[in-house]
């Protein structure tokens, strides 16, 4: 019965990684064209529109910006800690497949897909533009092999039971 929920995860999680790709690859592609991000701003470059051009931020973006950076900060060092657990906890020299090591393996990708989304809100408020990095993919191909973990310590303890 676990088995099969099991299987069923990563069925989903690898249905939304090759989605996300898709999604990635279009994203990247429009991003590609010229004036794609700004177009083509008249006057940029003149010397009238120098100080007196420049706006101050909206209130919106600060008070998103400030939680969106504690986010981020949050995330990195949850997937900082999470990478240690896991060092540390190979290092030992003990079984790979425990639920330590499945879950700091999941908090690591699940810090990672946090940290890119939040970056990414961070730098749509901050610049306008829209910028997905890769780290969301490798957060759910951590998260994937969290499963696989997981599913490697249910049958490591059948094993152990069945001797």
Known sequence: ?????????IK??????????????GIAAYAMFPDAKQGFID?????????????NPALWKILTAF????AMITALVITIV???????????GASPFTEKVSKAIKNMGVSLIV???????????SDESVEIGMLWLAGLVLYAFSLVFRYGTVLQKESDETL
């Open 12 to 25: 989903n999680i690898s249905r939304i990684s090759v989605v996300g790709l898709i999604a990635y690859i």
């Open 43 to 55: 006057g940029w470059n003149d010397y009238e529109n120098g100080v007196e051009g420049i706006k």
């Open 82 to 92: 999470a990478g240690l657990q896991l060092l540390f906890g190979m290092s030992r």
């Open 67 to 70: 939680p969106c950076s504690i």
């Open 1 to 9: 019965m676990e088995n099969e929920k099991l299987n069923s995860k």
């Open 115 to 125: 940290f890119e989304l939040t970056r990414a809100l961070f730098v749509y408020i």
